[in-house]
C-alpha cells in the first residue's frame, strides 16, 4: 500500500502535465509559487508544482499513519523531489526534474549492490526486504540482491532514454507516471513467478 502511495504524486504530475498549455504562465500554481513561468514549459513547471505539493501531502499523511516515522527511502525521495523540484521552479529549467527520477534510481542501485559490505551483519539488503517472504540461502540472496541492482540501474538507463534522447523527451511524462510502474510491478511479478518454490508458507495449527 504504502509503495502505491508513491506513484500517487506521478499520477497528479501526469495530468497537470497534459492537461496545462506550454505557454501559459499565468496558472495558479505559477502564481501559488511566486514563478514568472518560462516561454514553453511551463506543462512541466506547472506538473512540478503540482508534485511538490502532492508529495508533501503524501509523505505528510504516511508521516502521521507510520506514528511520525519515514523510512530512509522515504526520506530520500522526498528530500530529492523538493530539490530538484525547487531547482526547476526556480530556474524554470525543466531539466533538473527529469534527472530527479535518474539520480534516485543509480543510488537505490548502488544501495542494494553496496549493502553486503556496509550493513553491519553483512547482509543484502534485498534479504532485509524480502526475507519474511523467501527461504533462501546466503548464495541466492546474493544473486536476488544483484538483480535488484542491476533492475534500478536498468531503471535510470531507461529514465535517461525518455527524458533527453528518445524523441527529444516527448514521452517523458508518460514513462515517469505510468511506464515507471509497469516496468516495476512486471519485474516483481517476474521475481515472484521465479521463485515461487521458495517463498513461505506459514502453516496454522488447529
Avoid at 500517487?8 to 495558479?28: E, M, N, W
Avoid at 502564481?31 to 503524501?58: E, H, K, R
Wanted: hydrophobic residues 55%.
Amino acid at each position: 500500500m504504502k509503495a502505491l502511495l508513491d506513484y500517487v504524486p506521478l499520477i497528479i504530475f501526469f495530468y497537470f502535465y497534459k492537461t496545462t498549455d506550454p505557454a501559459d504562465r499565468s496558472h495558479p500554481l505559477l502564481q501559488l509559487v511566486g514563478s514568472s513561468g518560462a516561454p514553453d514549459n511551463n506543462n512541466i513547471l506547472v506538473a512540478t508544482c503540482a508534485l511538490l505539493i502532492s508529495t508533501l501531502v503524501v509523505y505528510g499523511a504516511l508521516l502521521v499513519f507510520q506514528k511520525f516515522r519515514l523510512e530512509k527511502s522515504q526520506w530520500f525521495v522526498l528530500g530529492m523531489t523538493v530539490i530538484f523540484g525547487g531547482i526547476t521552479l526556480m530556474l524554470s529549467d525543466d531539466f533538473y526534474i527529469r534527472l530527479k527520477a535518474v539520480i534516485i534510481n543509480v543510488v537505490f542501485g548502488f544501495g542494494f549492490l553496496l549493502s553486503p559490505m556496509l550493513m553491519k551483519d553483512r547482509k543484502p539488503l534485498i534479504q532485509r526486504l524480502f526475507g519474511p517472504v523467501f527461504e533462501l540461502d546466503d548464495r541466492n540472496w546474493k544473486k536476488l540482491n544483484l538483480a535488484w541492482g542491476l533492475f534500478f540501474f536498468f531503471m535510470a538507463s531507461l529514465h535517461i532514454f525518455f527524458a533527453f534522447i528518445f524523441f527529444n523527451g516527448k514521452y517523458w511524462g508518460e514513462f515517469t507516471a505510468f511506464g515507471d510502474i509497469i516496468v516495476m510491478f512486471s519485474f516483481l511479478i517476474a521475481q515472484m513467478v521465479i521463485l515461487r518454490k521458495h517463498i513461505k508458507i506459514s502453516s496454522n495449527e488447529s
